[in-house]
């Protein structure tokens, strides 16, 4: 069990442009989320996909934003026309369950993405 | 909808002197609360967690922190500040009522250590 990674560490595109992030949960997690975390703020939730059904979305997220958990494993959240406001961390977190001490959520090391 | 204050952004403290991060919620249920540390370039790692047992958490690294739920509090200390305390905490919320369990956090406190 390595914990939850990201990929790319680190984001740098122009505006306009899409990207597209990636989560690897813990393997037997069944819960992922997503968070955006700005300077000096601390993180906002996103989304969460209980196994590949994504269950929820903040209103943070716009059109231009889409997430998907093909099979309940590796997430990807895709930005399209990226917009400088959209510089931020991009944090992925996975829990075992929903409830009792399993519903504890393991971040990862984050994406961070910056639009020039 | 819950949510969490956390006054103060950057905090400092002596080493070797007390530690206290300062963090009052408001829910409409009993919630469940978290605080979480932040390395530089690293993710949030569980410091303890608060989830209706008792009422006086102890986490991890010499933290604890004590849930009074006549205060709406859940402040977070530590009795002797080390170097590598420095980091940036949040503290965070959940709705156990609610299917979700995703977290709303503070804005954060950025700790330095004063040698």
Redesign the interface.
């Known amino acids: 069990d390595t914990g ?1 990674s990201q990929n790319p560490r680190h984001k740098i595109t122009k505006r306009g442009q899409n990207v597209t992030f990636r989560c690897d949960p813990i393997s037997e997690h069944n ?1 992922l ?1 997503w ?1 955006r975390q700005t300077l ?6 996103l989304t ?1 996909f209980q196994n590949e059904a994504q ?2 979305k903040s209103r943070l997220l716009s059109d231009r934003f889409s997430a998907e958990r093909p099979k309940g494993s590796f997430s990807t959240l895709e930005i399209q026309r990226t917009e400088q406001g959209d510089s931020a961390m991009y ?1 992925c ?1 996975s ?1 075992l369950g ?2 009792g ?1 399993s ?8 994406t961070r993405l910056t639009v020039t | 909808a819950q949510s969490v204050t956390q006054l103060g ?1 950057h905090v400092s403290v002596s080493e070797g002197a007390l530690v206290l991060l300062r963090c009052n919620y408001s829910s409409s249920v009993p919630p469940y609360l978290f605080w ?1 540390v932040q390395y530089p ?6 410091l303890l ?1 608060y ?1 209706s047992a008792a009422t006086l958490v102890k986490g991890i690294n010499g933290f604890e922190a004590e849930f009074k739920k006549s205060e709406t509090s859940f402040h977070l200390t530590k009795p002797s500040a080390h170097m590598s305390d420095a980091a940036e905490y ?1 503290c ?1 919320v959940s709705d ?1 009522e609610e ?10 406190n950025q700790v330095v250590v004063i040698p």
């Open positions: 939850v819960r989320y968070y000096g703020q601390g993180p906002e939730f969460y269950l929820e944090l977190a829990s929903t409830s001490p519903y504890e959520q393991y971040f990862g090391p984050g | 952004s979480y370039n690293q993710g949030l790692q569980l967690k989830t949040f965070a156990p299917g979700n369990n995703r977290l709303a956090f503070g804005k954060g």
